[in-house]
Every structure is written in C-alpha cells, then in structure tokens.
C-alpha cells in the first residue's frame, strides 16, 4: 500500500481549482463533504478529499489524487508515494499557475475590470501567463 | 488610461505591475487582488509618489 503525502498549497478557493484541474485535462469529482480516497484495490484509505481525481483518471495502479480544505482555509493536495513520480512538485506547480489564472480573472471580473491582453510566454521551466486588465 | 499587468510564473507565484497610474490610484487597482494569497514583496515605483494629477512646472531662468 502506497502511502499518502499531504502538500500545502496557497489555493483557497473550489471552484477557480476544479476549473484549473479540469484545464489540465483532469476527471475531477467534487463532493459537498470530504469522502475517503480509495487506493488501487479499491480500498477506502483513511484520508479524505472533497476534490478528487479518480485513481482510473490518474494510472492503471494509481491511487485517488484529493484536495482537501484545511482549518486555514488552504487546500493540501493529497497525494500517494506510487504517484509522485508523476504527480509532483512539476505537476502541482502546473496546478497552482493554472489556479492563479482562474483566480486573477475571476477577481479582475469582480472588480470590474476588462481584459485586454492575454499572453504565454514560454521559458526554460515552462511558461509564464500574463494578463493585461483595465478599468 | 491606466493598466494593470498581471503575471503568474512557472511555480504559481502572482506579481502585479501598474503602468500609467500616479500616487495613490494604483492601488485601487490592485486592491481587488488581495485574495491572491501572500504578499511577499510590495515595492512603489516612483510615480507611486507624484500626487494625482500634479501638474509639471518647469521654470526658467
């Protein structure tokens, strides 16, 4: 049984993560209370998510990737010693870009203000976003 | 008309620029990020400083 890590992150809002998720190209599931993850067999482990990528969505032998909410209201991103391999820090920094961008244009949109430019820049590590807004 | 630029890095990291502002408005701008997470670093360019709509007075000799 692989066991899981628990990895702090600064996202703290569902909605703009499960759309950052879903631009990754992951299945998510959404539950309104955390639910167990389940292993590899199937087995119910005893850490819980309310943000979860089905194990079948992540590898032939992989188990749940869950995001729970902590008392901070912060997520920790849940993830099993089998698939950090290729799951981990690379991939949870594509996470967090992706939540910062859904992040910056949902409150951008709040504060009334409007795109008006959008570019990716591509570097050594990746990329860089780069939105332009005015009021 | 003054622009907020936004940029995200490879690591999720979110640092904002305001091109076109003086004094205090840029923060305006910038106040609805505030749910961004963490601020680690603030720095004021200098027209951070100009008062809004200060008028330039060169004078001669």
């Known amino acids: ?135 | 008309m003054a622009k907020l630029i936004v940029e995200i890095d490879e690591q999720g990291n979110t640092s904002l620029d305001v091109v076109g502002a003086e004094g205090t408005s840029c923060q305006d701008l910038t106040k609805a990020f505030a749910r961004m997470g963490k601020v680690v670093k603030d720095r004021k360019k200098p027209e951070f400083y100009k008062k809004s709509g200060q008028v330039k007075v060169s004078r001669g000799r």
Request: aromatic share 8%; net charge positive.
């Open chain 1, 1 to 135: 049984m692989s066991a899981y890590n628990e990895i702090d992150t600064e996202i703290t809002d569902r909605d703009c993560l499960v759309e950052a998720l879903q631009e990754l190209g992951h299945v998510v599931q959404v539950h309104e209370t955390p639910v167990q993850l389940e292993g590899y067999h199937g087995d119910k482990r005893q850490q819980r998510a309310d943000v979860i990528i089905p194990r079948r969505h992540v590898g032939s032998m992989s188990n749940d990737i869950g995001f729970v909410k902590g008392a901070d209201g912060k997520y920790k991103a849940i993830v099993s010693d089998y698939d950090r391999s290729r799951y981990g820090d690379a991939w949870l920094n594509k996470v967090r870009q992706a939540y910062a961008a859904k992040k910056a244009l949902k409150l951008a949109k709040h504060a009334g203000m409007r795109l008006v430019g959008h570019k990716e820049i591509p570097t050594a590590k990746g990329k860089r976003i780069q939105y332009v807004f005015q009021k």
